[in-house]
């Protein structure tokens, strides 16, 4: 199976601050990529999709890109709602695998 | 807005039989697909498998010898059972919806954590 790779494992952002989070999968997804939000006590949140399309509802600062094996997750101004686990995800092979996830955090 | 919760008991034996469950509202389950996902402690998620409301299933083969996912359409609900646990069957258990099979999941439940110990 795949195996997902997310770095760093947690990012200390002050707010307003650019954060970019990366995720690396073994071999290549093409652009089956997503990337998830969430927060403590709540449900994951859809963010991205095809690597780079923000799901519905999701705000410009959030902005996906990359393909093959490398993506990258960019938040362009952090908010203070914004922190959070995010996770990437590959649906193109069986079985879908996860990264680990980036905790950003509050510098 | 659809929405998911998971429900069933939070510790098992080891050797016994998880079950859970699945409500759907807010949507008809007959327009997703269904999945379950899970989460061990400290480690990151892994795909249990999915359902189709007409009862087609695709399951990890890792788990497969051991999973069984079915639906109940009539309650809007579909549910997992995961036989002869053992402590490495301990992890936050979601369940998730997706429109299109094998793609990303549109809405997830907010998860619960069952504990395998005697």
């Known amino acids: 199976e795949i195996v997902m790779t997310q770095s760093p494992a947690t990012l200390s952002v002050s707010p307003g601050e650019r954060a970019t989070l990366s995720c690396r999968a073994s071999?290549?997804?093409?652009?089956?990529l997503a990337w998830y939000q969430q927060k403590p006590g709540q449900a994951p949140r859809l963010l991205i999709y095809?690597?780079?399309t923000r799901a519905t509802g999701i705000p410009a600062r959030f902005s996906g890109s990359g393909s093959g094996t490398e993506f990258t997750l960019t938040i362009s101004s952090l908010q203070s709602e914004d922190f959070a686990i995010f996770f990437c995800?590959?649906?193109?092979?069986?079985?879908?695998?996860f990264g680990q996830g980036t905790k950003v955090e509050i510098k | 807005q659809v929405q998911l919760q998971e429900s069933g008991p939070g510790l098992v034996k080891p050797s016994e039989t998880l079950s859970l469950t699945c409500t759907v509202s807010?949507?008809?389950?007959?327009?997703?697909?269904w999945s379950w996902i899970r989460q061990p402690p400290g480690k990151g998620l892994e795909y249990i498998g999915y359902?189709?409301?007409?009862?087609?299933?695709n399951y990890n083969p890792s788990l497969k010898s051991r999973v069984t996912i079915s639906v109940d359409t009539s309650k809007n609900q579909f549910s997992l059972k995961l036989s002869s646990v053992t402590a490495a069957d301990t992890a936050v258990y979601y369940c998730?919806?997706?429109?299109?099979?094998?793609?990303?999941?549109?809405?997830w439940g907010q998860g619960t954590l069952v504990t395998v110990s005697s």
């Open positions: 998730a919806g997706a429109k299109v099979a094998d793609t990303v999941f549109d809405f």
């Open positions: 807010g949507g008809s389950i007959s327009s997703y697909y």
């Open positions: 359902i189709y409301y007409s009862g087609s299933t």
């Open positions: 071999q290549s997804v093409s652009s089956n």
């Open positions: 095809g690597a780079s």
């Open positions: 995800h590959q649906y193109n092979d069986w079985p879908q695998t």
